[in-house]
C-alpha cells in the first residue's frame, strides 16, 4: 500500500481533525527520526497509523480486543479509549498489511508509553504529544520546555503532563505510565 492509499483509507476510518493530527505526527516524527538517526520509513507508517483504531467506540474495542487476543487489564477495562492504542497495532497488521514489529509495538504504547520503550517507540510517543496541530496551553509551554533537552527528558515532561491532567480531571492512571515515569528519574 502506498502512503497515499494508506492516508486515502485512514481518511475514512478517522474523520478529518483526527487526520490532521495524524499528518502532523507523520511530519514531526519524521524530523525526530532524523534527528535522533531512527529509520524515517519506520516513524513515517507508525505516525500514520498509530490512531488507526481512535473512532472505535469502547464496546467495540473491548470486543476487538478480545477478539485479537489482546490483554484488557483493570485500567483498561475501566478506560476502554485506551484499547485504540494495541488494537490500532493490530488493524495496521491485518488490514494495512504492516508486519514490522517495531513498527507494531510503537503503535501499540504511543498513548501510555513503556518503561522498556525504544527510541522509535519514544519519537511516536512524543510526536503524538506536541505535532503542531494539537492545542492547548500546556503543550504549547512543553513545546517550549523540551527545547535543547534530550529525548528522555522530554518524554518525562510529556508523560508528567498526562499524569498531571488525569489526577486533575480525576480520572485513573495507568500504572505503565507512572513505571515509565519514574524510570526516568535518575536517584
Ligand atoms: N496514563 C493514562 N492512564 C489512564 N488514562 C489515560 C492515560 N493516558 C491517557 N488516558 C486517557 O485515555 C484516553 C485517550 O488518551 P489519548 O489517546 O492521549 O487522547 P488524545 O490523543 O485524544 O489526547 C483519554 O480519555 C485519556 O484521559
Redesign the pocket.
Known amino acids: 500500500m502506498t502512503e497515499n492509499q494508506a492516508i486515502e483509507r485512514l481518511s475514512t476510518m478517522i474523520g478529518e481533525k483526527?487526520l490532521k493530527?495524524t499528518l502532523g505526527v507523520r511530519d514531526t516524527a519524521i524530523e525526530l527520526a532524523k534527528e535522533h538517526n531512527v529509520d524515517v520509513e519506520k516513524a513515517r507508517w507508525a505516525a500514520l497509523l498509530h490512531?488507526c483504531a481512535?473512532k472505535i467506540s469502547n464496546n467495540l474495542l473491548l470486543q476487538r480486543a478480545e477478539e485479537f487476543g489482546i490483554v484488557i487489564d483493570d485500567?483498561c477495562k475501566r478506560?476502554p479509549?485506551?484499547l485504540?492504542?494495541p488494537v490500532g497495532a493490530e488493524i495496521a497488521k491485518r488490514e494495512f498489511g504492516i508486519d514490522d514489529e517495531d513498527i507494531l509495538n510503537a503503535i501499540s504504547l504511543?498513548?501510555?508509553?513503556h518503561k522498556d520503550m525504544t527510541t522509535l517507540d519514544k519519537i511516536i510517543f512524543l510526536a503524538?504529544?506536541i505535532e503542531p496541530n494539537?492545542d492547548c496551553k500546556a503543550i504549547n509551554q512543553l513545546r517550549e520546555d523540551i527545547e535543547g533537552k534530550s529525548l528522555d527528558e522530554a518524554i518525562q515532561m510529556a508523560?508528567e503532563n498526562?499524569?498531571k491532567?488525569?489526577l486533575e480531571?480525576g480520572?485513573?492512571?495507568?500504572p505503565?505510565?507512572?513505571e515509565l515515569r519514574n524510570s526516568l528519574i535518575s536517584d
Open positions: 483526527r493530527h490512531d481512535k485500567i478506560v479509549a485506551l485504540h492504542a504511543h498513548t501510555l508509553g503524538d504529544y494539537r508523560c498526562t499524569i491532567y488525569n480531571e480520572r485513573v492512571i495507568h505503565q505510565s507512572i
